[in-house]
């Protein structure tokens, strides 16, 4: 009778352990989503640089580079 309870025991920490894994999975996925479109946002408005920002850039001496 004390195997079977150890046993019960035993499983549900396990189930436990693998629904707290599972949301660790999801949050990370949906926090590389968010990264990802944010990412995306950013590629899509760098058209938007004003002129005058990269006349400076080149005054300093400095690089600007694309992905």
């Known amino acids: 009778m004390k195997a079977v309870a150890v046993a019960i025991i035993v499983s549900l920490v396990g189930l436990l352990l693998v629904g707290i894994q599972q949301m660790r999975v999801e949050d990370l996925r949906a926090e590389k989503r968010i990264e990802s479109q944010a990412k995306d ?3 899509t408005d760098r058209d938007e640089i004003a002129p005058g920002f990269i006349d ?3 005054r300093h001496g400095l690089t600007i580079e694309l992905e």
């Open 41 to 43: 946002e950013a590629v």
């Open 56 to 58: 400076w850039v080149l």
